[in-house]
Nanobody, 123 residues
Framework: QVQLVESGGGLVQAGGSLRLSCAAS????????MGWFRQAPGKEREFVGV????????YYANSVKGRFTISRDNAKNTAYLQMNSLKPEDTAVYYC??????WGTGPADFDSWGQGTRVTVSS
């Protein structure tokens, strides 16, 4: 497994931006597909987006498409989630996840998870 540590969460007003980071260790980062998920209070964990090994391919949930961007820096063993035009409904704990599969969009596809970072968007 790979160890993941998220950072960058916080409180932001609606319309604002945040960038989350996910630092990885324990496995060759360039061979890991990275995903982002979120979980709001009382709701199930929800897919946000995924990025392929070298960043050539990304895919996003419809709810964040056009507002969120996933990137990665394999030299720094870090993945990022840039969140723009934030809405109150984006409020959740955000998790990064890793898998050695080529792709994944569901929680069951990923075998390593970070501890989560809380994002709160005020109206």
């Amino acid at each position: 497994q790979v160890q993941l540590v998220e950072s960058g969460g916080g409180l932001v007003q609606a319309g604002g931006s945040l960038r989350l980071s996910c630092a990885a260790s324990g496995r060759t980062f360039s061979t890991i597909t990275m995903g982002w998920f979120r979980q709001a209070p009382g709701k199930e964990r929800e897919f946000v987006g995924v990025i392929s090994w070298f960043g050539a391919n990304t895919y996003y949930a419809n709810s964040v498409k056009g507002r969120f961007t996933i990137s990665r820096d394999n030299a720094k063993n870090t993945a990022y989630l840039q969140m723009n035009s934030l809405k109150p409904e984006d409020t959740a704990v955000y998790y990064c996840a890793a898998t050695n599969k080529n792709w994944g969009t569901g929680p069951a596809d990923f075998d390593s998870w970070g501890q989560g970072t809380r994002v709160t968007v005020s109206s």
